[in-house]
């Protein structure tokens, strides 16, 4: 049985999805998966052991439709469910199974408050479509694998960090999703322990910033290393401080505990930090009685409200203490 999963982007959605394909491939018989994404994000699925064969959505779109109809697929899983996955369907006309985006409910909320989200992780909806082939959660939590090559050396790190640091996060896809740099300052004075920054290049001015507070304590990897390497400095971090972002489910994926801290978005959504039934330390910073979260579902460049209390408010003070207390326990 040849099986086509598809889910485009981004980061965590794709890290999100691993339950699906490794409960697929290890309890049906005989299946064959193959799995669909942008060609930019190939290298967080790309070493998966349970994919037996990659697709990429690149520039030529008829190529990749002549080559997908050449597989004769049997099923679709379609984790992303848009306009051009439907497209996709269309063109290979074999049974499909669509995950439900509840873009309705999610509607509600954002816009009028009204919460009729079901309190169902994304992982376990996004396994229901796996029920006509009797497939269930195994409960294992993410899978995330990286590949030898691109392991962080230790000598990649400053010599002040080779005995333990604490990840701190400092980017996220939209604006509305991060602490403002005042208070991402406020944090790494406070945080007695060495801390690295994580963020894309995009984030390397604002860590380089917060670094000069204090150059040995603090170590800014913005922008330095590979999304591989990135999520190996993930795996080495004692814990990890982040906001609602990919590296999020990358350490959830690596059982490592997490400090999540929420700003337009919320925890209904269902995307919180998943480790199946392993027990593993979380903690979630949310500032409470805003009628204004959520305000959106992704994110915005700037506050709808222009006070931005779902981060302004946020006490660091308390962050700092749970993760100190966490790092000590931790090696």
């Known amino acids: 049985m040849k099986l086509l999963i598809i889910r485009f982007s981004s980061i965590g959605d794709i890290v999100l999805t691993t339950p699906v394909i490794r409960c697929l491939k290890q309890q049906t018989q005989g299946a064959e998966i193959h ?15 349970y994919v037996d064969k990659f697709y990429y959505l690149n520039n030529d779109w008829d190529l990749l439709m002549h080559e997908l109809k050449e597989e004769n697929y049997d099923y679709i899983i379609d984790l992303h469910h848009n306009l051009r996955t439907l497209k996709i369907k269309k063109t290979l006309k074999v049974k499909s199974f669509s995950f439900n985006k509840l873009n309705i409910h999610k509607w509600l909320l954002t816009n009028f408050k009204i919460n009729r989200l079901p309190d169902v992780h994304i992982v376990d909806r996004y396994l229901e479509t796996l029920k006509e082939f009797g497939v269930k959660n195994d409960n294992k939590g993410l899978d995330y694998f990286i590949p030898k090559e691109e392991e962080v050396k230790q000598t990649d790190l400053p010599h002040s960090h080779h005995l333990g640091y604490i990840g701190l996060v400092i980017g996220a896809a939209h604006a509305t999703k991060k602490l403002p740099l ?18 894309g290049p995009e984030d390397r001015a604002t860590g380089e910033q917060i670094a000069s507070i204090d150059n040995i304590k603090i170590y800014n990897a913005c922008g330095k290393f590979s999304i591989n390497e990135s999520a190996d400095l993930v795996r080495k971090a004692k814990l990890l401080i982040t906001h609602d972002t990919g590296l999020m489910h990358i350490a959830a994926a690596f059982k490592k505990p997490i400090i999540s801290i929420w700003g337009n978005t919320v925890p209904a959504f269902g995307m919180t930090p998943y480790y199946g039934n392993n027990p593993v330390t979380s903690s979630m910073f949310q500032v409470p ?30 962050i700092a203490a749970m993760a100190q207390a966490w790092a000590k326990t931790l090696r």
């Open 35 to 49: 799995y669909l994404t942008k060609f930019s994000f190939h290298k967080v699925i790309a070493s998966n052991p």
């Open 182 to 199: 005042q208070k991402l300052k406020e944090l790494c004075t406070v945080l007695d322990h060495p801390i690295v920054l994580m963020g």
């Open 289 to 318: 009685g805003l009628s204004c979260r959520p305000c959106s579902k992704i994110g915005h460049d700037t506050c709808p409200k222009k006070h931005f209390k779902c981060m302004e408010l946020q006490e660091v003070n308390q």
